[in-house]
C-alpha cells in the first residue's frame, strides 16, 4: 500500500507538466462553474450585494414559498412542461424516422443532398431563426399566411394569440434540428452488421421487417442515451429562442421559469428569489435525469452512469 | 454488398417509392424557406409583401443590401462578431486541447477527479443569477472579455478530444518518446498536435459558430453599444423591429410611408449578411461537423 502511494507520487511528480496542461480548464470550471454553486446560497439570504454571498442575512426557504405561493407558479409550470414534452414528443421520434428513412436510400447523391440540406438549418442563430419566425408568420405579410389564404384560411396572427405560441415554438425546433439529429443514428445504423440483413433477405425479410426486427433494435441503446440526456434538459428548454419569441400578447403561454428567473431577476434586480427559482429549476432537473436513469437502467440496463 | 444484387420484389419497390416520395417531401419542406428568404433578399419589397414573390427574386433589386451595407451598426457588430469568434475559439483551443490531452494520459496520476469535477458541470450549476454576480464581482460587465472568458471551454468538447487523443495516438508512440526522453510538452507540442489536424478543425468550427451566433452573454453583460456583436444588433432589427433612420433613409413624409416596406426588404439582407460566413464554410466544413458528433458519440 505504501509502496504503492509512493509509486503513485512518483508518476505524478514525472509527469508534473500534465498539471500546467490541465490547469487552465481547472481554474475555468472552479470559477465560472463552482463559484456560481457556492452563490446559489443567495436563494436562502436576502442578498445585499455590499454585503457578500456570504455576509447577506439568512431567511430559510422564504423565497421558495413566496415562489410556490405566487399566482403566476402553476402557470409557469404548465408552461415549461408543455413546451418541453411538446418538443420530446416530436423531437425525439423524428430523427430517427429520418434516419431510418434515408438508410434505406442507396443512391448516393440523393442521399447526400437530402443530408447536405436538412443539416444546413442547424447552422443558423436563435436570433436569425426567432426573426425568421416572425417575418414569416406575421399576419400581413408573412409568406405562412399567404400560402393559408390560398385554401381561404386566415390570416392568423400567430405571434400574438397565446394558443399558437407552443406549436410555433416546436415546429420551428424540428424544422430546424431535426437533420442533424440524424447524424448519430445514421452512425449506429452504419454499424449493424451486414451479415443480419443478408440472412433476413434469404429467409425472405420484406424491408419493412428488416427496418422493424434489425435497424429499430440496433438503435435502441442511442435512443435511450439520448433520451436520458434530452430528459435532464426538460426544463430547460430553449429558453434563448422563447425568450426572444416572446411578446406581452403571448407571455399567457411563453413564460417559462427560465424566461421568468431572467426577467425577475436581470430586470427587476430581484438576486435572492430569482435564484430561489432557478436552483427549484436545476433540481427537478437533476431529479428528472436520475430517475430516467434509474429507470432505464433496471428496464434496458443501459445508463448514463 | 451481395444483398442488393438480389431483385428487389414488388412490395420493397412500393416501400422505395414512397420512402423516397416522402424524403423529396422533406427535402422540399427544409430548403424552401432557405430559398425563399434568398429570393426574398433581392425582389421588391412590395411583392414580398404582398405574396406574388413566392420562390424566384421578383423586380430584381439590391436595395437591400445597400442599405444594410451602409449601416455603421452592422459594420461594427460585424468587426466585433469577428473580433470575439477568433479570440474567442483561440482561447477555447488554449484551454480544451491541453487538458483534454492530460485526461487522456494513462499515466496522469489524478485524471478521475479532475474528469468528475468537469463532467458534474454538465449536470449542475449554480444558475443565472450566481453568475451573473459572478461576472458583475469580477468586473467583466461591459468589457468585451464577459463574452470570452465565461465561455472558455465546453465539457463535451474536453470529452471528445480526449477521446479522440486516446484513439489515434498510439500508447507505444507515448511510450517510446518517453525512452527518447521526450517531455510532455515536446511530446504534446511536436507529436500530438501535428496528428490532430481532424480534432483542432471539428472544435475550432464548433467554437467558432458557438461564438458566431452567441446572443445571449452579450445581452446580459453589455450596455455599451460600441461592443455589441452582430446577433445583438441583429436581434434589434429582427426581433425589436427597430429599424432605425440610418437604415430607413430620409424622415420626409413620403419616406414614413415607405419605412415598412424597406423594414421588409432590409430584414431578409441582414438575415443573408449575417449567415453567409457559415453558409459558405458550411459546404467544406460539413464532414468534419459530422465527423465531430460522432467521435463525441462513440464513447463517453
Redesign the interface.
Known amino acids: 500500500m505504501k509502496q504503492n502511494r509512493q509509486s ?1 507520487w512518483k ?2 511528480l ?2 508534473w ?6 490547469l ?3 481554474l ?2 472552479l ?10 446560497l ?1 436563494a436562502f439570504k436576502n ?1 445585499v ?1 455590499t454585503m457578500g ?1 456570504w455576509g447577506s442575512e439568512w431567511v430559510g426557504f422564504q423565497h421558495f414559498t413566496d415562489f410556490f405561493d405566487s399566482y403566476y407558479f402553476w402557470d409557469l409550470i404548465r408552461n415549461t412542461l408543455g413546451i418541453s414534452l411538446y418538443s420530446l414528443a416530436l423531437g425525439f421520434p423524428l430523427p430517427i424516422l ?1 434516419a431510418l ?2 438508410n ?3 443512391d448516393s447523391i ?1 442521399k447526400r ?2 443530408q ?6 442547424h ?6 431563426m ?3 419566425i ?3 408568420l406575421s399576419p ?2 408573412g ?1 405562412v399566411n ?1 400560402f393559408l ?1 390560398l385554401f381561404g384560411i386566415g390570416p392568423i396572427s400567430f405571434m400574438t394569440e397565446p394558443g399558437w405560441f407552443k406549436t410555433v415554438f416546436v415546429m420551428s425546433d424540428v ?1 430546424q434540428n431535426t ?1 442533424w439529429g440524424t ?2 443514428y445514421l ?1 449506429a445504423l452504419a454499424g449493424v452488421d ?1 451479415q443480419r ?2 440472412a433476413a ?1 434469404v429467409d425472405g425479410a ?3 421487417q428488416r427496418i422493424w426486427y434489425i435497424n429499430i433494435p440496433a438503435l435502441i441503446p ?1 435512443m435511450i ?1 439520448l433520451l436520458i440526456l434530452n430528459t ?1 434538459n426538460l426544463l430547460a428548454v430553449g429558453f ?1 429562442k422563447i ?2 419569441l416572446q411578446n406581452s400578447l403571448n407571455m399567457e403561454s411563453s413564460d417559462v421559469i ?1 424566461t421568468f ?2 426577467r425577475v ?2 430586470l427587476d434586480a430581484q ?1 435572492s428569489f ?2 430561489a427559482v ?2 427549484f ?2 433540481l427537478i ?2 431529479a428528472l ?1 436520475i430517475a430516467v436513469n434509474q429507470i432505464s437502467k433496471k428496464v434496458s440496463e443501459t445508463s ?1 452512469w | 454488398m451481395t444483398g442488393t444484387k438480389i431483385k428487389e420484389n414488388f412490395q420493397d419497390q412500393i416501400f422505395l417509392t414512397f420512402n423516397r416520395i416522402v424524403l423529396c417531401f422533406v427535402l422540399l419542406i427544409v430548403a424552401y424557406p432557405l430559398m425563399y428568404i434568398v429570393s426574398a433578399s433581392v425582389s421588391n419589397p412590395a411583392a414580398v409583401n404582398s405574396g406574388a414573390m413566392w420562390l424566384l427574386p421578383v423586380d430584381f433589386t439590391l436595395e437591400g443590401y445597400e442599405r444594410v451595407f451602409g449601416d455603421s451598426r452592422i459594420w461594427r457588430g460585424y468587426r466585433n462578431t469577428l473580433f470575439y469568434t477568433v479570440v474567442g475559439t483561440l482561447i477555447n483551443l488554449a484551454v480544451t486541447l491541453p487538458a483534454a490531452y492530460a485526461m487522456a494520459r494513462k499515466d496522469f496520476v489524478g485524471r478521475n477527479f479532475f474528469m468528475a469535477m468537469f463532467v458534474i458541470t454538465m449536470f449542475f450549476s449554480g444558475g443565472l443569477i450566481p453568475t451573473y454576480l459572478l461576472v458583475k464581482s469580477l468586473g467583466l460587465v461591459n468589457s468585451p472579455w464577459a463574452l470570452l472568458l465565461p465561455n472558455a471551454a465546453a465539457v463535451w468538447n474536453i470529452i471528445i478530444c480526449r477521446t479522440f487523443f486516446q484513439v489515434t495516438i498510439p500508447q507505444e508512440l507515448e511510450e517510446a518518446a518517453k525512452m527518447d526522453g521526450c517531455s510532455v510538452t515536446k511530446m504534446f507540442f511536436k507529436i500530438v498536435l501535428p496528428l490532430s489536424a481532424p480534432i483542432i478543425a471539428v472544435m475550432a468550427l464548433f467554437y467558432g459558430v458557438g461564438h458566431w451566433n452567441s446572443y445571449f452573454n452579450a445581452l446580459i453583460y453589455l450596455t455599451d453599444r460600441e461592443w455589441f456583436p452582430l446577433q445583438l444588433v441583429l436581434r434589434q432589427i429582427l426581433v425589436l423591429q427597430e429599424i432605425g433612420s440610418e437604415l430607413s433613409g430620409a424622415v420626409n413624409g413620403e419616406a414614413a410611408a415607405n419605412k415598412e416596406q424597406i423594414a421588409a426588404i432590409i430584414k431578409y439582407a441582414v438575415i443573408i449578411i449575417a449567415t453567409l460566413p457559415i453558409i459558405v464554410i458550411y459546404p467544406f466544413m460539413q464532414r468534419f461537423f459530422v465527423k465531430g458528433v460522432m467521435i463525441g458519440s462513440i464513447k463517453g
Request: aromatic residues 18%; hydrophobic residues 50%.
Open positions: 503513485q508518476k505524478a514525472q509527469t507538466q500534465l498539471y500546467i496542461f490541465i487552465p480548464a481547472f475555468y470550471f470559477i465560472f462553474h463552482y463559484f456560481p454553486m457556492y452563490g446559489v443567495i442578498y450585494p454571498v429520418l428513412s434515408l434505406e436510400v442507396k440523393f443532398t437530402v447536405t440540406v436538412t443539416y444546413a438549418p447552422f443558423i442563430s436563435v436570433v436569425v426567432s426573426g425568421m416572425i417575418a414569416f400581413s405579410t409568406m399567404h389564404g424544422w437533420g447524424i448519430i452512425a451486414p440483413h443478408e433477405i420484406t424491408r419493412l442511442t442515451i435532464g434563448e425568450l426572444l427560465a428567473v431572467y431577476g436581470l438576486y430569482s435564484a432557478g436552483l429549476n436545476a432537473n437533476a435525469l448514463l
